[in-house]
């Protein structure tokens, strides 16, 4: 059962550049999220997509970008990269939005921004 | 807004010693309320959940029940062991107006041999 996957598990950018992570999931979920781990912040909301076709900005969307390419795939953009955007990212599904089910976690995506 | 708040870690514990992990919450409406366990290197896993009031989540030994009245979440375990060192996550979700996952900054426990 593969849930929900990220790549690439480990990414090293420079200042500026570009680039996305990808996130699928396998349980026909209808909603799906980003968020960033920093330590003693706890998990912060990037942005979610409660069903396919729809995407908001959660706490902290500045610098970020995403597409919910189909019901299954869900993907966030770096369009320029800044050292404050080194974290780890973890993509998320469930079943509905939020409520009483539970979200299911990718195995994370460690950014770091040099 | 809504919000969770937990007790600061580390927390660290002798094997077989009981364990409590403070959770509060500040929401309109009913949320359901969940707890969350990351093992190092990896994603979070569900622990437990609590749909309403008076509810009683419980998993591996874990326990927590949704009190109203305090706006707690507490969570409990009688005998801890050295496999349960991890960081422990409160959530929230569902509240009224908001339907997205709110998340506690975590608690670190390190249970010693």
């Known amino acids: 059962n593969a849930g929900v996957t990220q790549t690439p598990k480990f990414q090293v950018l420079k200042t500026g550049q570009s680039m996305t992570l990808q996130c699928a999931q396998d349980?026909?979920?209808?909603?799906m999220y980003w968020y960033r781990q920093d330590p003693g912040m706890g998990l912060r909301l990037i942005y979610y997509?409660?069903?396919?076709?729809?995407?908001d900005k959660g706490e902290v969307p500045n610098g970020y970008n995403v597409s919910r390419l189909n019901k299954r795939e869900f993907s966030l953009r770096l369009e320029s990269a800044a050292p404050s955007q080194t974290s780890v990212y973890f993509c998320a599904s469930s079943a509905r939005q939020g409520g009483n089910t539970e979200a299911f976690f990718g195995q994370g995506t460690r950014l770091t921004v040099v | 807004g809504d919000s969770v708040t937990q007790m600061e870690g580390p927390v660290t514990l002798s094997e077989e010693a009981f364990l409590t992990i403070n959770c509060t919450y500040t929401?309109?409406?009913?949320?359901?309320l969940f707890w969350y366990v990351q093992y190092p290197g990896e994603g979070l896993q569900l622990l437990l959940k609590a749909t309403k009031a008076d509810d009683k989540g419980s998993n591996k030994g874990f326990e927590a029940t949704y009190r109203k009245e305090t706006t707690s979440f507490h969570l409990e375990k009688g005998s801890v062991q050295v496999s349960d060192s991890a960081v422990y996550f409160c959530?929230?979700?569902?509240?009224?107006?908001?339907?997205?996952?709110?998340f506690g900054t975590g608690t670190r426990l390190k249970v010693l041999a």
């Open positions: 349980m026909n979920h209808n909603s």
């Open positions: 929401a309109t409406g009913y949320p359901s």
């Open positions: 959530a929230l979700s569902g509240s009224s107006g908001t339907y997205k996952y709110i």
């Open positions: 997509s409660a069903s396919e076709g729809t995407t």
